[in-house]
């Protein structure tokens, strides 16, 4: 039977929708669970899954753990890995856990996979390869095998919370050389990343082309860009093609950077609804666009590929008179 | 008084982003079809960190940069000269596979060997690049094993921003959840960077460049090593390329003002 | 300007007579230690991104290929085939919508078949190519620069645009590059651009054309690459030429290639008279006439890509050497447009080139106009590409009355080695009006002129579909938008940065123009309308075929880098 490791990190909080996510798909595998938790403080959320099944609760505390850090975080997971002599270590796909893990297990000899999308009885991984552009099912038999699950592909445990009793992992002091700063914001002027939005706008490289009367009106497009964000709280993503213009100090859309990208070389954002404005192109563009649910498009171009089962709804206009009504319709 | 770096970039080829990809399964488990005929371009995750890597090494004195890339030698010979136009770098190929399907712990050794082996580098001042994803692989698990295989503790994933201080320590902006960045100084080398796309734009081609590259790059060419990139014990039970066909309702001769309407009605709806 | 590069021998263009020169030269350094020692710093600069970003068909008899690769082997070469059977083929038009001559209108009633076809039971010698291969142009050029590259001391530089030859003292003495403004010096400079490189236009315009000679002919090809549907099997090597559909004047192919591959194009030529020259439209309905579709049908768009071709042919001949620079491949006038054939003549022209260069090489001489008369020109003269190019140089000139007398001029030309001809001499396009007279009324053309205008869009389409050609039924896999077959098919990216590579010299001339074959004849939709009557310009949508140059001279048109496609032929 396998030995299951859930690895969590707490700050000390409720754990996060991801972790839950991850902890259901570790605890459907029918192995023996172990929960693996680090932070300042691990009692709490400890105690928040103590229903989940687990024979363990194994737990690295100490301040050194609260900040996201390789050295630190990777010689937690490896002694939560060692101590649990997991087999399978299931995590969520967080920044931290994504960044440690792999090393891990090279450590422990062990193989890895990322962007797991679902989980199999048998214990099989199905992941994207290709930025996301093909899926493909696996097993491994090498052991331990560590798997960092995306967001949204398992349902979430939703347990009663209880008394948990965590074992302490005797850590010794961890050398590094880095020390960690804190958080910063986007240095754009206005928010335009909100991964919780309903909603994800993608602007398309045709809002910095020229335009019926032969002329470019990048300043006009900023304006109904931005207008139609604040009015909408959407999120903004746009093309490679179109970020990588912003670079280069063009007559380019300045609310955009790189952080703003979407598609194989950019984030794939998930949220319930994404409106695609000026947008032309297929494979690069739409794989941006594979977690999005319902999904409209204002285009010029009624033969697009875009028109052809990618969207649900096609709009053949040009997206400076749609969006400019768009907006007074919002603000109103 | 900056100290100089000895910046090593992993990257190598993936097919040109335009390209239609399509699985195949064979003897030796999944490929691409028509792998080899597929137009190549430089990884553009790796490329950004090559990018980075020369302006960094051109602002300090006496710093050099390295490329390490695995892939079939043919492919390699014709990538790199165009991304031999763009900075200086000095190539060590391996030639081998450039499959998105190789495992990463294999394709890692194999990396980290030749980095170990690249005489004169030294390791103390040692910047280890390489792309945050990939094109091809999109593993975001390469990077980070190379740099444990090279004893590199201090690592960072999804970098846009690099900056050496006054004191030879770096600043690093890493992308975390929310489209924020994680900032963290790491006193000194040696360190491992997983470049997202950094700030960079691509530089335009400079036969200059060009010319001093040729240089050592058909050397190293030349004397690319056959390396054989196996994971043990993965088996793929199928690889696919999703479905998504959608029944498009299009949208011909309405007026902005009824798009609009329509618009705004599905936007406010739950 | 930062300081000039040195080399010894620079190359503009990476097509298959540049391939063969230096395919040849490898093969000659590589054996010969003395020349190796020597070792001449060589250079070519090729504009699109990749030395095989293209995946189009031909079909060559290969003869100088084989004299220089005599083991070629066609399974080393992807997507490459043994010709293995040729048919030429009349298409019927079935929808009537096509301007055809009474005779043609004649043949089409006396054919009944389903496949509203008649296969010719007899293919003349001079046209067939039984012994040669199927290639695909980017496939081969990948293999053949791997080779090069493999030896090690040639250079191959994609994504590098020349733009102009540097001048001096009456001869040529280095090339400039694109994007950095470069200069590269060079004692000798291989022209192989094309036709319609930016260089060897320059030379021409700097050192004239030989008495007599002109580039009067040409055609845009237009292709696509396909991948068959499941269940369709053609045997690799299958041959097929088409006329008298879409047009009377354009002629088609279709090549197979192995593995359920196939390469699908027409050729529209000048002597076409139509302004409305749109390649893709007609490309469209060409393979989806019964004889072909029973084929294409359920296939998927692989690559597809476009190129103009100089089909004056020897006549079309520029001065071949100067001191310090040769010309060799299309751009020098060696295709033979009775056969058909310019692969295999470009490629032919290189090694000729290669073998005279060897020679100075070894002698220590100069590059001097004298020096490449000797050692190449005489070689090029003495050699079964200027024989049969003798014999083709009037063979078209039929067409210029109509196609059948165009064909009856061929075979004539062809039957008697050259010796008989069909004279004729070159008409301008027509303009829209009278194209059209019989077909839309005047007052309606001008408000599909005007409508098109406002929209920014060319005519074309309006203009074929008030003709009876129907519309586009799009699958979104074979038949595509325009924009979407630059996308899927073509690949086409225009790297940021760079300025306009096309432009217009002199607004009043435009503003004054009717015609704008400019925008109607352009392969990629990158010329449009626009309201101050210049026409507007997108360069990410250009695919370098120059198409546009051809019917005006108003029209700049640079090297630049970018459109992948220089090994779409």
């Known amino acids: 039977m396998e030995k299951i490791l859930f690895l969590v990190h707490t700050d000390g909080g409720p754990l996060s929708k991801g972790a839950l996510q991850a902890l259901g798909a570790a605890s459907g595998l029918g192995g023996e669970l172990v929960v693996g938790l680090a932070g300042v403080s691990t009692q709490a959320a400890a105690d928040s899954i103590a229903t989940c099944g687990a024979a363990r609760f194994l737990a690295v505390d100490g301040e050194a753990f609260a900040q996201p850090r390789y050295a630190t975080d990777a010689a937690a997971a490896e002694a939560l890995c060692r101590v649990s002599e997991a087999t399978v270590v299931i995590a969520p796909s967080t920044s931290r856990w994504a960044r440690a893990l792999p090393g891990v297990a090279a450590r422990l000899h062990g193989a890895v996979d990322t962007h797991v999308t679902s989980l199999g009885a048998d214990l099989s991984a199905t992941r994207w390869f290709y930025r996301q552009r093909m899926e493909g099912t696996l097993t491994r038999t090498q052991r331990p095998w560590m798997l960092l699950l995306e967001a949204d592909c398992a349902a979430a445990w939703n347990g009663a919370a209880g008394s948990a009793t965590a074992e302490q992992v005797p850590m010794a002091a961890v050398p590094t050389r880095t020390t960690v700063q804190g958080l910063q914001d986007s240095k754009t002027d206005e928010q335009t990343i909100r991964p919780e939005a309903n909603l994800l706008f993608v602007a398309g490289a045709g809002w910095t082309k020229k335009q019926a009367d032969g002329a470019i009106h990048t300043d006009q497009a900023e304006q109904l860009i931005l207008g139609f964000l604040r009015a909408s709280q959407a999120s903004l993503g746009g093309s490679k093609s179109l970020v990588d213009l912003s670079g280069e100090g063009q007559a380019v859309l300045r609310c955009m950077s790189h952080l703003n990208q979407v598609g194989q070389t950019g984030s794939t954002p998930r949220h319930p609804k994404g409106l695609s404005t000026c947008c032309h192109g297929e494979e690069p563009h739409v794989v941006g666009w594979r977690f999005i649910n319902d999904r409209r498009a204002v285009n010029m171009d009624a033969n697009c590929g875009w028109a052809r089962g990618k969207a649900d709804v096609v709009y053949v206009a040009d997206a400076f008179a749609v969006m400019a009504i768009v907006n007074r319709m919002l603000g109103g | 008084m900056s100290q100089p770096f000895h910046i090593v970039v992993c990257g190598s080829i993936v097919p040109d982003p335009l390209q239609m990809l399509e699985p195949v399964t064979g003897a030796a488990g999944p490929a691409l079809k028509n792998e080899m005929m597929l137009p190549a371009v430089l990884d553009p995750w790796a490329a950004h960190a090559l990018f980075e890597a020369a302006h960094l090494a051109a602002k300090h004195a006496g710093s050099k940069v390295w490329l390490v890339s695995l892939g079939p030698k043919a492919k390699l010979q014709q990538v790199m000269l165009t991304v031999a136009q763009k900075v200086p770098f000095e190539l060590v190929a391996l030639d081998g596979p450039a499959s998105g399907f190789c495992d990463s712990l294999a394709t890692a050794q194999v990396l980290a060997d030749a980095v170990a082996g690249i005489p004169a580098l030294n390791r103390d001042r040692l910047l280890l690049f390489g792309g945050w994803e990939s094109a091809s692989r999109g593993a975001g698990s390469t990077m980070q094993i190379v740099a444990e295989r090279l004893g590199i503790s201090e690592q960072f994933q999804g970098v846009d921003q690099l900056t050496v201080r006054e004191d030879g320590s770096m600043e690093i902006l890493e992308r975390v959840e929310g489209g924020r960045h994680l900032v963290s100084v790491c006193s000194a080398p040696p360190a491992a960077f997983g470049w997202a796309t950094g700030h960079l734009p691509e530089p335009r081609n400079n036969p200059q460049v060009g010319m001093t590259n040729m240089k050592t790059i058909m050397p190293a060419l030349q004397r690319a090593k056959a390396s054989a990139v196996a994971a043990d014990g993965l088996r793929f039970a199928a690889v696919n390329v999703p479905k998504l066909q959608r029944q498009t309702r299009v949208v011909k001769d309405m007026p902005p003002e009824e798009i609009a309407r329509e618009l705004v009605a599905w936007i406010r709806e739950k | ?569």
């Open chain 3, 1 to 569: 300007m930062s300081e000039a590069l040195e080399i010894d021998i620079a190359c503009i263009g990476f097509g298959p007579a540049t391939a063969g020169f230096l395919y040849t030269l490898n093969r000659a350094m590589q054996a010969d230690a003395e020349l190796a020692a020597a070792a001449p710093m060589v250079v070519c600069y090729e504009r699109a991104d990749d030395i095989a970003f293209g995946v189009s068909g031909m079909v060559t008899r290969a003869r100088g290929i084989r004299a220089s690769i005599p083991d070629l082997d066609p399974a080393s070469i992807p997507m490459a085939a043994r010709v293995a059977s040729e048919r030429v083929v009349y298409l019927k038009d079935p929808f009537g919508a096509s301007r055809r001559s009474a005779a043609l209108k004649m043949a089409d009633l006396a054919i009944h078949n389903d496949l509203l076809a008649a296969e010719l039971p007899y293919i003349p010698p001079f046209l067939h190519k039984s012994d040669g291969f199927v290639l695909s142009m980017g496939q081969f050029l990948q293999f053949v620069g791997g080779e090069i590259m493999g030896g090690g001391m040639l250079q191959i530089w994609p994504a590098c645009a020349v733009t102009e030859a540097l001048i001096e003292d009456g001869g040529v003495c280095g090339v400039r590059l694109g994007g950095q403004g470069m200069d590269v010096r060079a004692r000798l400079v291989v022209v192989g651009d094309g036709p319609v490189g930016a260089v060897g236009r320059q030379l021409d315009t700097v050192f004239g054309m030989p008495e007599g000679h002109h580039y009067r002919e040409w055609a845009v090809g237009m292709k696509m690459v396909v991948d068959l549907a499941d269940g369709v099997d053609l045997e690799p090597g299958t041959v097929i030429h088409t006329f008298g559909f879409p047009e009377p004047e354009i002629f088609g192919f279709l090549y197979a290639h192995p593995d359920r591959v196939v390469t699908a194009g027409i050729f529209v030529p000048s002597w076409m008279r139509s302004p409305v020259r749109t390649s893709y439209r007609y490309l469209q309905h060409f393979i989806q006439h019964p004889y072909l579709w029973r084929y294409l049908q359920g296939g998927r768009l692989r690559a597809w890509g476009a190129k103009s071709l100089q089909e004056s042919g020897q006549r079309g001949e520029p001065k071949l050497v100067g001191n310090g620079y040769a010309r060799i491949g299309e751009g020098s006038g060696s295709t033979n447009v009775l056969t058909g054939s310019g692969v295999d003549e470009a490629w032919t022209t290189g090694t000729q080139l290669a073998e005279g260069v060897i020679e100075l090489l070894r002698e220590g001489a100069p590059f001097t106009r004298e020096n490449l008369d000797r050692a190449y020109v005489s070689r090029r003269r003495a050699s079964w590409v200027e024989e049969e190019g003798r014999v083709a140089a009037k063979s078209r000139d039929g067409f210029h009355h109509g196609v059948l007398p165009g064909l009856l001029g061929m075979a004539l030309s062809g039957l008697t080695a050259g010796r008989v001809s069909m004279p004729g001499e070159p008409q301008p396009l027509m303009d829209l009006h009278s194209y059209y007279r019989e077909r839309i009324p005047a007052a309606e053309i001008d408000r599909i002129v005007s409508e098109c205008g406002r929209r920014g869009a060319p005519c074309h389409d309006a203009l074929m579909d008030h003709c009876g050609w129907p519309p586009i039924a799009y699958d979104g896999q074979l038949l595509v938008s325009h924009q979407d077959a630059l996308l899927m098919g073509g690949k086409v990216q225009g790297a940021a940065g760079y300025e306009d590579h096309v432009s217009f010299r002199d607004a009043s001339r435009c503003a004054a123009c009717s015609a704008r074959v400019c925008i109607e004849i352009c392969s990629g939709q990158a010329i449009t309308p626009a309201p101050s009557g210049v026409p507007a310009f997108d360069r990410e949508k250009c695919v370098h075929c120059g198409a546009c140059l051809w019917n005006c001279t108003n029209v700049s048109f640079q090297a630049a880098p970018g459109g992948l496609h220089s090994t779409e032929n």
